[in-house]
């Protein structure tokens, strides 16, 4: 049921501008997101601000997720904790919840142990019940987990369901673990899309990242899997200046979009996160003039009329 | 009231072997606390594995803390967390709880900014009806707060009453913080006690730390407090050798002489953290057995007998 | 003379393939720049792995730099270095050697310090008789220099010429600099080209990066300059799928692209560096097939004619 | 010959005030050095700041050492740095300057592989001619090598002819390591002897280290080996808080402490090094009348009679 092929977007968490937790805007992406066919979505990952948030409110979110679109698409939840116990218990909740998947990342302790990350996965699978999906991002988590690592985890643990490639560089990583893995495993694309076209050339399955226009990574995947390489190369490429802005850090610039497509009511990030600047703003505004001039953004993507 | 001057042992969390919360030890160590007359305590700091507990865990804890010893003695809550709104909503938890101080400390954001970390102890400040401890201890939080900016925290921020001088040198550091702020405030040695002796000729105020035997540093501070400066040292030295071995990372040597004092069942620590090493159990035994030959450590240490 | 508008590319250094300090190939992409005309190059940056170069090695790069090029363009010599001091040495004898400009960076301490920052531009300017490049990169050096501290540093120091500004986000903080900045400095952009578009529309003056292709940043400097936005983006789009295939991490995609431009006789990057993957090495040959088929990138780019 | 048991102090590299190498002070700390019968010393260590010289002031540095001591004790210098092949060029320049032994550490890569760090190792011992002492260090390297590595790496290279122990917790790490290395290996003590005692009971051959009063870390070890472990114990916690003092960051206390003595014309520590704090400074000599009050330290310490 759940294959992890496709495209899975990490959703932003939505706040009020007084960073309360904003229910209605979540409801109203989700809508969106299966309005536009997505084959699932991942909250409580880094661009939902996870770890700016407590317990409560991860239920709140999880919840919500589940109610809006849990009978029609999978619903993945981040659950990645620096205790192993705690991203248990996560883990259970989001089962309990109803839930479809979690995704789980290590946390960087003072001295690095590969030892210690296989155990981390093994105990968090054996304590839950649901599809893992491992996340490989050494960017967010400073942890560096090797190929052999990876092949050692996946094989001890059946429940390892999918890989999140987000370690650089991620085609050739995905081609080794490919190589290496004890079973077939899908590969999803991460990084805000910025080496998709290169990580489907190995073999990604598809995409589980934030960029803000899920139907141009839609489209790039169809194109891919039809076999028309040119046209999907070409829609990444007439995407990829956007691409390349969101990659700017903090989380922002994403929500900034997902305002102007009218699915956030505000793009208020949780202080100490940083805010728009307005030379950024400034920008994105030409940068979509430029992309996609005379679009309504705030309706589904038609990426063919787009690219032209 | 809650003057910050003395002794404010930090607790360990402790856990039965499975890693369930251990209520009745924490009561037992708390009762100890009392017993021997320390000023205060800190709950969920780093040794208490605060990162590695869910927000459920944390406020049993604080109950647990509050009703034992909250009529006799200053309970301190650390609340840190890497969002600022839920940095807030944990002090609030503590003061609705009936705790008496919170302990605050910034975390590290991608690209330091001085100006984010005022914001947030300002933020924090404000959200709260608490006196709160600012913790300065780059070495776990990996944020270098220089002294002018500490000096604009504690100007702009009256709930601020404490220091607890973590930043090394911190002798140097608490003379620089007493002649840069704008009141004066206590500041509190921690650090295991590492640097003790030479925080107190600075101006430490006493200890806010987890050694194992606060004991000692009562009669530390009690010696230096009244003028024997040669005995302080004595002190001191005599129990360097242990205060030191306690340096070695991990909380789990701290938990195993709690254990050994009788006051944790058990001295498991939280995965991922390490467990105790068979050398450094038997080490641990031979320098008990030459700091305190003969002395049984479930008992209140007699420091004055020990150092002979 | 030295006005720092344009393209100046921070050339690789090349090796032998036993790793030996290749001159005849250095000669041959210096001429090659010289060709293109570009308006300076700069030896001993990051992408000319100087930090695992002796420092007669060091000498032997700048002599042939300037042996080979510099009556006609500007030599940049990259000399950060731990030590202060030593920075000023390299400094000089890039000096004595005949180079135009220095490029300096600061490098990390164990405690973050802004005064010692701005001590250290300061004495290595006062130490040498070239003009600087401030290069601002905390993803390689670890140091988060914030505008003001640059904006003083830049006022302390007359020396300073120019600003390679590749902390991200770029654009927002060329920005902000230019309304900090108490005199006009150019300010060049880096970071491989990433941002390019971005920096332009905020005034960055060229580039000053290691993309394989200086033509393409020559033809995008030259069409934003003579005003032709559309060009310009165009320019850049086209070959952001090259500029983002070369932000994977290493230096052994640009060697390798070199090399098969026919400048470097081997792409060997010096151990530990890393080197190309096979996987890299094909996506790489179709990539070139997709943005610029036919082409033959032994000679230099005639980029109007790539993109049609 | 080079047996490395005994006590090889680590050497400050002397300056004069305006940051330039003093020869005579180096010459002077040798001789000192040769005077109270040491095993060897090690020039161009962390304590060195041998990250802040240019390679013409090393060779000055090992040139003198050689000459001063080197018919009379192991000369062993350290020559990492972060390019391999730059590595072995430092090693063989000591080996033509007559050392007899070179100190090795890795660097730290963006991306941790083991693999790099075994290949970094076996470059450089098939590069020189000379034992090489491998420093375990990642407080100072950010290089975390677990025992399997080491093990690897002590198996591949027969040049490798000790450990420098100084990965915490140190003690059990020696225990780890004598269990699973493939041969019988020489493992000295370092982290200025801050768990000296805890290192020896583990089987440490001695010391390696910086602390400024060598004879302390000579009367321990020789009261070690021929078994009067209370002995031992009491020279060790004697001199403990002038250890701990020590262990505050930055070369400085160290060199006001080897200029107090008389080895050092000055205390200078090169930019960007900090200075002494005047706190620090008056600490000190408090420290130094506490500890060994009425001591002539310009002379070789009478260890027997300070600790009474």
């Given at each position: 049921m759940h294959d992890f092929k496709g495209v899975y977007p990490i959703l932003a968490t939505p706040f009020r501008s007084d960073e309360r937790f904003d229910e209605e805007s979540l409801r109203r992406m989700l809508a969106f997101m299966a309005r536009i066919g997505v084959q699932g979505v991942t909250v409580l990952g880094v661009l939902g601000e996870a770890n700016r948030m407590g317990d409560r409110e991860r239920e709140a979110i999880v919840r919500t997720a589940v109610e809006e679109v849990g009978s029609r698409m999978t619903v993945i939840v981040g659950i990645s904790h620096p205790g192993t116990r705690a991203t248990v218990d996560l883990g259970r909740m989001a089962a309990e919840l109803g839930a479809h998947a979690l995704m789980v990342t290590p946390s960087a302790e003072p001295a690095p142990n590969d030892a210690r990350v296989a155990e981390y996965f093994s105990r968090v699978c054996e304590g839950v019940s649901l599809p893992v999906v491992l996340q490989d991002h050494p960017a967010s988590t400073g942890v560096h987990m090797g190929v052999p690592l990876i092949a050692k985890i996946v094989a001890d643990n059946p429940r390892i369901a999918c890989i999140k490639a987000e370690a650089v560089p991620s085609a050739p990583k995905i081609a080794a673990l490919k190589a290496a893995?004890?079973?077939?495993?899908?590969?999803?694309?991460?990084?805000?899309?910025?080496?998709?076209?290169?990580?489907?050339?190995?073999?990604?399955?598809?995409?589980?990242?934030?960029?803000?226009?899920?139907?141009?990574?839609?489209?790039?995947?169809?194109?891919?899997?039809?076999?028309?390489?040119?046209?999907?190369?070409?829609?990444?490429?007439?995407?990829?200046?956007?691409?390349?802005?969101?990659?700017?850090p903090g989380v922002a610039v994403r929500k900034e979009l997902l305002r102007r497509r009218g699915l956030l009511a505000t793009g208020t990030v949780r202080h100490p996160g940083g805010a728009l600047s307005p030379v950024s703003a400034t920008q994105l505004g030409e940068l979509l003039d430029a992309v996609m001039p005379g679009v309504d953004i705030t309706q589904p993507l038609d990426v063919a009329a787009v690219i032209g």
């Open positions: 893995l004890s079973r077939d495993l899908p590969m999803l694309t991460g990084l805000g899309a910025l080496y998709g076209q290169f990580d489907l050339e190995q073999g990604s399955s598809g995409y589980n990242t934030g960029f803000a226009f899920p139907e141009v990574l839609q489209a790039h995947v169809a194109a891919w899997q039809r076999g028309d390489k040119s046209l999907a190369r070409r829609v990444w490429t007439h995407f990829l200046p956007l691409i390349v802005f969101e990659q700017q």
